[in-house]
């Protein structure tokens, strides 16, 4: 499995698509994506389009996927028989059992950034002092916990390999935490 194309949305949502041959992508006027297959992957004969939609919960940003009812698309294996389906970190979409192609990934690589501020002081996950707003700063894709990163004084992400409140690893390199096998 080739990894030929990568769809990147401010909203963080990341879908790696694995198999381009007949496959039609466009980008919408409000932020949604479609892919429209050729008749050969459905496996019936039919051109079958399945649209990537974004949407807010409570200020994060999701993404629905929508199709026709009965449609030949699956999650994770499993038809999507309403149409509908709120897609989740690592889900493999396909089409009529074949193998997957696209994989959803709601992360966004650590990345440093000055430090926006808060209403209440922020601590460092791994010093616990505060971060001043302006101050150059990671938060972790992982749990959302602060660090510093100031390159003399408090290198405190970079300090250690992986985030000492969940596990994900520290790297600046702008790789993702999970990329599917093979890709």
């Given at each position: 499995?080739a990894?030929?194309?990568?769809?990147?949305?401010?909203?963080?949502?990341?879908?790696?698509?694995?198999?381009?041959?007949?496959v039609q992508?466009?980008?919408?006027?409000?932020?949604?994506?479609?892919?429209?297959?050729?008749?050969?992957?459905?496996?019936?004969?039919?051109?079958?389009?399945?649209?990537?939609?974004?949407?807010?919960?409570?200020?994060?940003?999701?993404?629905?996927?929508?199709?026709?009812?009965?449609?030949?698309?699956?999650?994770?294996?499993v038809?999507?028989?309403?149409?509908?389906?709120?897609?989740?970190?690592?889900?493999?979409?396909?089409?009529?059992g074949?193998?997957?192609?696209?994989?959803?990934?709601?992360?966004?690589?650590?990345?440093?950034?000055?430090f926006?501020g808060?209403?209440?002081?922020?601590?460092?996950?791994?010093?616990?002092?505060?971060?001043?707003?302006?101050?150059?700063?990671v938060?972790?894709?992982?749990?959302?916990?602060?660090?510093?990163?100031?390159?003399?004084?408090?290198?405190?992400?970079?300090?250690?390999?992986?985030?000492?409140?969940?596990?994900?690893?520290?790297?600046?390199?702008?790789?993702?935490?999970?990329?599917p096998?093979?890709?």
């Amino acid at each position: 499995m080739a990894h030929l194309c990568t769809v990147k949305d401010e909203s963080l949502a990341v879908l790696s698509l694995t198999e381009t041959d007949g496959v039609q992508v466009r980008a919408g006027q409000d932020g949604e994506y479609t892919f429209r297959s050729s008749p050969a992957m459905t496996g019936n004969g039919t051109q079958e389009s399945l649209i990537l939609v974004p949407w807010q919960d409570s200020g994060k940003p999701r993404w629905a996927l929508v199709c026709a009812r009965g449609s030949a698309a699956r999650v994770n294996g499993v038809p999507v028989l309403s149409g509908l389906r709120v897609l989740s970190h690592r889900d493999a979409i396909s089409l009529n059992g074949a193998a997957s192609l696209l994989f959803f990934l709601d992360e966004d690589p650590a990345r440093p950034q000055p430090f926006p501020g808060s209403d209440k002081p922020v601590k460092c996950g791994l010093c616990k002092t505060p971060i001043e707003k302006g101050q150059t700063a990671v938060r972790c894709p992982g749990c959302g916990q602060w660090h510093h990163l100031d390159a003399k004084d408090k290198a405190c992400w970079t300090y250690r390999k992986t985030c000492r409140s969940c596990g994900h690893s520290t790297s600046l390199d702008g790789t993702f935490s999970w990329t599917p096998a093979g890709l």
